[in-house]
């Protein structure tokens, strides 16, 4: 079974900081992507990372895909009260079409 | 364009009882994903259909049953609630392997 772990859990920062959210597993994926959702909403795409070791970014917020595609971080420069949100990585294999294997997610709260 | 469309948005059953749960994906994909989202378990993959078959199928128990039509409308039904159902489902619908998007999703209530 595949399974991704996202840490930490739970982030309370104040306005202007810098942050990081790690997505792990031991498990290869074909590609990695990045949602946030907002309460009472579904997920919404933020990006999809498909090559080992490929960075994109989004205006501040940075992702990367581990040289083995079996981890991603985003990086999130200057949180914005904008940002909060419960931020989660999904998993995809070729073949399992639809399928996606969801960490647990990292609720972000950015305080003005 | 119009985005996914789940209704109904809020929903209250008892347990013992069915319900059926309707996603309208975006015009052009053929491809429709269901999802269940718990706080203790997060987003559980149900199933996937895709041209009114389904590809892919979740761990979920045989009460969990969707199905799609030709103009690539989804509908999913639990029959015998049970209050562990309890959750929100979430339908996503995509055109390429990735790249999914999803509706507001069901809020369903089991008392």
């Known amino acids: 079974t595949q399974l991704l772990e996202q840490s930490p859990q739970f982030l309370s920062i104040q306005e202007g900081e810098n942050l990081t959210v790690y997505c792990n597993s031991s498990?290869?994926?074909?590609?990695l992507q990045w949602y946030r959702q907002e309460p009472g909403e579904g997920p919404v795409l933020l990006v999809t990372?498909?090559?080992?070791?490929e960075v994109k970014k989004l205006k501040r917020l940075t992702f990367q895909f581990g040289d083995a595609r079996k981890d991603s971080s985003l990086h999130i420069t200057a949180a914005q009260p904008g940002d909060t949100g419960l931020y989660l990585c999904a998993g995809a294999n070729r073949g399992s079409q639809g399928n996606l294997i969801f960490g647990k997610g990292t609720k972000l709260s950015v305080k003005p | 364009k119009a985005g996914v469309t789940q209704t109904p948005r809020y929903l209250i059953k008892t347990r013992g009882q069915q319900v059926t749960l309707s996603c309208s994906p975006i015009?052009?994909?053929?491809?429709v994903s269901w999802y269940q989202q718990t706080p203790g378990q997060g987003l559980q993959f149900l199933f996937e259909?895709?041209?009114?078959?389904?590809?892919n199928k979740g761990n979920f128990p045989g009460r969990f049953s969707g199905r799609q039509f030709s103009n690539s409308r989804s509908e999913m039904n639990v029959s015998t609630l049970e209050l562990g159902d309890s959750a929100l489902y979430l339908c996503a619908s995509s055109d390429v392997d990735y790249g999914y998007t999803f509706g507001s999703g069901t809020r369903l209530t089991v008392v």
């Open positions: 015009s052009g994909h053929r491809s």
């Open positions: 498990s290869v994926f074909s590609s």
């Open positions: 990372v498909v090559t080992g070791g």
């Open positions: 259909y895709f041209s009114e078959t389904q590809r």
